[in-house]
């Protein structure tokens, strides 16, 4: 294992030192990218760079980001998921039923009602056992990704429809009666108010610019404080662990990793189970900001998910990319939609450039890559030379 450990590792000094100018530019594409929007709609909208405006993109940022962390994990092991935006749609529909109507259990003919920390549990769970549900069908059945996922995501779409009969869960704010109230919070609460945070920032116009900053944090929405807590576990993870480097290694060479000792398929059902997860986190995010639960919750969110990786660095083909590179992703879809809606860009045009930039991020990844495989080529050529 040890062996293992050493090849998927990065070198810790020194990392980008050896680098070209071309292949620095090719890693940091996602960095500049989003510093070239960024810049752009800056200089096109006054307002787009306002605090009010940075927390409205880090709230639309926040579900793609959570969905990509989890898929970054499935693509880096070759994978594929495109069963997370089901998955959300389900989750929300369970959160929704639990808070409204309750679990019924007709042998004892009695209706269990939980509280809202067990409601986001119960889903969450669901989550995952969807998630390890599609990868027991991978490595069991042998199933393509692709194929199983697929069919995953038209089982999770139809209990989802299943769950309310096609209806929607309205006005999931619970009863005081059955201690199941706060469901809201989650999707639209902060640890201070706003506008509290605003007033005292107008009154207390003296203080110090990194108490306003602090404050400032106060006032940011859970959800976002869910996607940053999400990404520095999942970059630790990624990282620093035996997990991340067995994952790292099984999208590089799976059949190199299975003779180096790594369970494969044990890692690649945990890989599933934290894509459900995630999926399944941002379907109680949007269920709770829109205190309402409908089964078309999700809708292509797999799509989007698979951009903001794809966008953020990570090969396809697997081995290769960073939870950071996720969340930059994430960010440059969210300010780039943000943006084109504020300088008036037609919804039709907003598609037709959000697509090409997919596209264009596709293409950059496999120049990448056979440009590595160059370097490796005549790295193999000097050695063989050399001896």
């Given at each position: 294992m ?10 810790k000094t ?5 680098l ?8 940091a ?24 405006n ?8 926040a ?20 069963s ?5 749609g ?7 039923g ?26 969450l ?14 490595t ?10 697929l ?13 309310s ?41 003296d ?12 006032a ?7 996607m ?16 991340g ?6 999208g590089?060479?799976?059949r ?19 894509s ?5 986190m ?5 269920a ?35 939870i950071g ?20 860009i ?42």
């Amino acid at each position: 294992m040890d062996h293992v450990s050493s090849i998927a590792t990065p070198k810790k000094t020194g990392r980008f030192a050896s680098l070209s100018l071309q292949e620095f530019l090719l890693r940091a594409r996602a960095f500049i990218a989003l510093i070239l929007v960024v810049t752009t709609f800056s200089f096109l909208s006054p307002t787009f760079m306002t605090a009010d405006n940075i927390i409205i993109v880090a709230k639309q940022v926040a579900i793609n980001a959570i969905l990509g962390i989890g898929m970054t994990f499935v693509i880096l092991t070759g994978g594929i998921d495109l069963s997370v935006g089901s998955v959300a749609g389900l989750a929300a529909m369970i959160a929704g039923g639990l808070i409204n109507e309750g679990l019924i259990l007709p042998m004892f003919g009695v209706i269990v009602y939980f509280n809202v920390w067990m409601v986001i549990l119960i889903t969450l769970t669901v989550g995952a056992l969807v998630g390890a549900l599609n990868g027991l069908i991978i490595t069991r059945f042998n199933v393509p990704p692709f194929i199983a996922t697929l069919g995953t995501l038209y089982i999770a779409r139809g209990l989802a429809l299943l769950r309310s009969g096609g209806d929607t869960y309205p006005n999931l704010v619970g009863r005081p009666e059955f201690g199941n109230q706060g469901f809201p919070i989650l999707g639209s609460g902060t640890f201070l108010p706003r506008a509290m945070v605003q007033g005292w920032i107008q009154q207390l116009s003296d203080m110090p610019n990194f108490v306003t900053t602090a404050l400032r944090f106060l006032a940011i929405p859970y959800e976002v404080w869910i996607m940053i807590v999400f990404a520095l576990i999942a970059a630790f993870v990624a990282t620093k662990t035996p997990f991340g480097r067995q994952v790292y290694a099984i999208g590089g060479n799976e059949r190199a990793a299975q003779l180096s000792g790594v369970r494969v398929k044990r890692i690649k059902v945990i890989v599933y189970m934290i894509s459900g997860f995630c999926a399944a986190m941002v379907g109680l995010i949007i269920a709770s900001r829109l205190v309402a639960a409908h089964p078309a919750t999700g809708v292509f969110f797999e799509l989007n998910a698979i951009a903001v990786v794809v966008l953020g660095g990570t090969s396809l083909m697997g081995g290769r990319g960073t939870i950071g590179g996720t969340i930059i992703g994430a960010f440059v879809i969210g300010a780039l939609n943000a943006g084109m809606v504020m300088v008036g860009i037609s919804s039709f045009w907003q598609q037709v450039i959000t697509g090409s930039v997919i596209v264009l991020a596709v293409i950059i990844d496999q120049f990448q890559a056979r440009m590595q495989e160059r370097v490796a080529l005549q790295k193999q050529q000097q050695l063989a030379d050399a001896s």
